[in-house]
Structure formats: structure tokens, C-alpha cells
């Protein structure tokens, strides 16, 4: 089947902007993740969906960062007021619903966000 | 918090000479997945170990979970071009995955 998708592949925006980045997670996963990788360096924890709701956003760097799952399948990170730093490949991943922490993760191949 | 620590950060082997990285945590870890990264591409999981001790094979591709379980390793055997990549190792914080800066792995002919 299908695996994790993501859109748009690349965002290229300018500071002070606002972006959407999409998530479409494998079907029937009912875990969502949003991670962040810089370059030389390993993804970073954002936020995690269980269904509709964030179970865990301690790791959205402040308030300008944001994300819905409004149905439980699509995700949206949204970033406010863009910053050059906010510059890097974020990736999405879905898990089945076992609600165990050794569930595998899949991975979307990434939006590569550029902050101008 | 949980910090996990990956050494060597870059390996450069000649094709046929095995491989190996580590992976070190602060904190006892519940179990430990590996995943690969090509350039350009993103994480694809490898393999995930829980128990103590536990040592898992695939093909050339040794996993190995320390008795303590707060360290791992990933050993290639006989590297071909195709191993090529970043092999991050991850712990879980919460449900979320706590990765390592990764081994960056380049392989010549």
C-alpha cells in the first residue's frame, strides 16, 4: 500500500511568513509524529498525535509552531512569523495503533523548508 | 533528559572492510531501533531490539542491545557501495523517538 506521504516536497519562503506543511499518514494509523532534521543531524521531536488529539507536544520549539489532526488521518504543521532557523526537512511518520512505545515508526520522505 | 550519543559521527571504509557504530544513552532505554537514511532520502527503519543483551542479524548487518541496555551496536559485514548512508540509532522518550546525530557511512570502490 501507500506509504507516508507529504506536500510539498520544498517551501521556500521569506522570513516573516506563514507556511503549511501536510502530512498523509499511512492508512489506518492512528499515530502521527512531526519531526524536524537539520542538516548533520538526526530528526528532532515535535508533536504526536493519537487520533485527533496531540498526546505529546513538548517538542514544538515555542509558540509559533502549531499542528492539527482535525480527523484523525491528515496532519498540518503550521509555523507563524518564519525565522531563518526554522530552515530544515521536516518529516512526518505514522504508527499502527497498538498504543505500545515499540510500535515502528514510518517515515514521509520530508518537506525541505527554506526561510530567506 | 534522555540523550543518545552516536560515534564514530563519519566512517570511511573501502568496499569489503566491515563497518561498526555505536550508540550510547544517558538514561536505561526501553528498547533501541535503527534506521537508515540515504542522501538525500529519509529514515527507514531497520531493526528494533528490546530485550537485554539481545543480538539480531540481517544478512551481513549485526544489531547488537547491551546487557545494561543503555548501549547498541550496528556491525557490517563485508560493506558493499549499497550500505551507503546515515545509520541513526533511537530511543524512545515517551512515544516519540530520540534520535542520535547518526554515522554517516561512505563507501568506496
Known amino acids: 500500500g501507500a506509504g507516508v506521504s507529504q506536500t510539498p516536497s520544498n517551501k521556500v519562503t521569506e522570513k516573516g511568513k506563514y507556511v503549511e506543511l501536510r502530512c498523509d499518514p499511512i492508512?489506518?494509523?492512528?499515530?502521527l509524529y512531526w519531526y524536524r532534521q537539520s542538516l548533520g543531524q538526526g530528526p528532532e521531536f515535535l508533536i504526536y498525535?493519537?487520533?485527533?488529539?496531540?498526546?505529546?507536544d513538548s517538542g514544538l520549539p515555542n509558540d509559533r509552531f502549531f499542528a492539527v489532526r482535525p480527523e484523525g488521518s491528515v496532519s498540518t504543521l503550521k509555523i507563524q512569523r518564519t525565522e531563518r532557523g526554522d530552515s530544515a526537512v521536516y518529516l512526518c511518520?505514522?504508527?499502527?495503533?497498538?498504543?505500545?512505545?515499540?510500535?515502528?515508526?514510518?517515515f514521509g520522505p520530508g518537506t525541505r523548508l527554506t526561510v530567506l | 533528559g534522555q540523550q543518545v550519543m552516536q560515534i564514530p559521527q563519519y566512517q570511511h571504509v573501502q568496499e569489503g572492510e566491515d563497518f561498526t557504530t555505536y550508540c550510547n544513552s544517558s538514561?536505561?532505554?526501553?528498547?533501541i531501533q535503527w534506521y537508515k537514511q540515504r542522501p538525500g532520502g529519509h529514515p527507514v527503519f531497520l531493526i528494533q531490539?528490546?530485550?537485554?543483551?539481545e543480538v539480531k542479524k540481517q544478512k551481513r548487518l549485526t544489531f547488537q542491545f547491551g546487557e545494561a541496555k543503555k548501549n547498541s551496536s550496528l556491525h557490517i559485514t563485508a560493506t558493499q557501495t549499497t550500505d551507503v548512508g546515515t545509520y541513526f540509532c533511537?530511543?524512545?522518550?515517551?512515544?516519540?523517538?530520540?534520535f542520535g546525530k547518526g554515522t554517516s557511512l561512505l563507501v568506496t570502490p
Open positions: 511518520a505514522s504508527s499502527p495503533t497498538t498504543g505500545l512505545r515499540t510500535d515502528t515508526q514510518y
Open positions: 492508512s489506518g494509523h492512528t499515530a
Open positions: 498525535f493519537q487520533g485527533t488529539g496531540a498526546a505529546d
Open positions: 538514561t536505561t532505554l526501553s528498547n
Open positions: 531490539l528490546v530485550k537485554s543483551g
Open positions: 533511537a530511543g524512545n522518550s515517551g512515544y516519540a523517538l530520540n
